[in-house]
């Protein structure tokens, strides 16, 4: 089975939309999906009202979700680990132990070669357009990552 992490900051938007959208496209006998964020502010939390609003609307239920903090376990947990932005690639790399972790961690838009900036934007200061930015862009990019690791 091929285990895959998706982290972003508090672990409330943009990861869990990527788990969702990712999950809801991998046949779950194959494919584990998670999410994780660098910080603690939201463990225990459901997704933010707008990324379970916006996942509702595309026919995903992301509610169930609880957001959790990243740890250096999750090296050994997961396959491939997808950050979302520069400043989680960096939190993600500076815990990691050796270059076989550090080999796992990707820029989840890295592989988007229609986006030049590689940084996922964060929705949460803004309003619901932001979160459907997102979800589109993920959405997007889940179909991109999902046929390098088909092929």
Do not use: W
Not at 95 to 107: G, P, Q, S, Y
Not at 120 to 149: A, H, R, S, W
Request: hydrophobic share 40%; with cysteine.
């Amino acid at each position: 089975m091929t285990r895959i992490l998706m982290v972003c900051l508090g672990n409330i938007c943009r990861s869990p939309l990527a788990h969702g959208i990712m999950q809801s496209k991998l046949p779950e006998d194959l494919f584990y999906i998670d999410s994780a964020g660098t910080a603690a502010y939201h463990i225990g939390n459901a997704p933010d009202k707008r990324s379970i609003s916006v996942a509702k609307q595309n026919g995903l239920d992301i509610s169930a979700q609880n957001a959790r903090q990243f740890k250096v376990s999750d090296f050994d947990t997961f396959d491939f680990i997808y950050v979302m932005d520069q400043s989680n690639y960096n939190d993600i790399i500076h815990l990691a132990r050796n270059a076989e972790d550090i080999n796992k961690v990707e820029l989840f838009l890295e592989g988007n070669t229609l986006i030049e900036n590689k940084n996922m934007p964060d929705p949460y200061y803004g309003g619901q357009d932001g979160f459907e930015y997102v979800f589109n862009l993920i959405n997007e990019t889940c179909d991109i990552l999902i046929k390098k690791l088909i092929d």
